[in-house]
């Protein structure tokens, strides 16, 4: 995947994105923030990181989640996907969109193509770092939007 052909995939997208947001912006009622202040047990901030990520598709069968000092998807295989998101008691946000985007790659890897007749070709493997790094923008950005005033203008 090439820089090139990335700005042109953005670019469609875009097309149709940036309207899309300007419409939402003009005609929408930014959702209460409220909720997010507080603080926030650990345990409980785990226990809904992984109800999301179950949520979004993540098999516990074939990965794990966890806590570290930083939030990352790494693992042997796709049968083999571990993901990892922190906590800060006085932040919700950030366990909860590291884990929405780290599932986002664990989506990516659990969902490549295992069938045995292309083991080892480019086919069951990943494409590339950018749509890697799509898959759980996609889903930290777009689909949850923690933290971000996608309303205002």
Same mark, same amino acid.
């Given at each position: 995947m090439?820089y090139a052909?990335?700005?042109?995939?953005?670019?469609? !997208?875009?097309k149709?994105? !940036?309207? #899309?947001?300007?419409?939402l912006?003009?005609?929408?009622?930014?959702?209460?923030e409220t909720?997010?202040? +507080?603080?926030?047990?650990?345990? *409980?901030?785990?226990?809904?990181?992984?109800? !999301?990520?179950l949520?979004?598709g993540f098999?516990t069968?074939?990965?794990? #989640?966890?806590v570290?000092? $930083? &939030?990352?998807?790494? +693992?042997? $295989?796709p049968?083999?996907?571990?993901?990892?998101?922190?906590f800060?008691?006085?932040d919700?946000?950030?366990g909860?969109?590291?884990a929405? $985007?780290?599932? +986002? $790659?664990? #989506?990516?890897? *659990? +969902?490549?193509n295992?069938? &045995?007749?292309?083991?080892? #070709?480019?086919v069951?493997n990943?494409l590339?770092m950018?749509i890697?790094?799509?898959?759980?923008?996609?889903?930290?950005?777009? !689909?949850?939007?923690?933290?971000r005033?996608?309303?205002?203008s």
């Open positions: 090439t052909r990335l700005d042109q995939i953005f670019a469609e !997208v875009r149709d994105l !940036v309207p #899309l947001i300007a419409d912006r003009s005609k929408g009622t930014a959702p209460s909720w997010l202040n +507080g603080i926030w047990a650990v345990e *409980q901030q785990a226990a809904l990181c992984k109800e !999301v990520a949520a979004l098999d069968n074939i990965g794990r #989640l966890d570290s000092v $930083h &939030p990352f998807t790494g +693992g042997s $295989h049968t083999d996907v571990r993901m990892t998101t922190r800060k008691e006085h919700l946000t950030e909860l969109t590291g929405i $985007h780290e599932t +986002g $790659h664990a #989506l990516y890897e *659990q +969902g490549r295992l069938d &045995p007749a292309w083991e080892g #070709l480019p069951g990943s590339s950018g890697h790094e799509s898959q759980s923008l996609f889903w930290e950005r777009m !689909v949850s939007n923690l933290g005033d996608l309303y205002s």
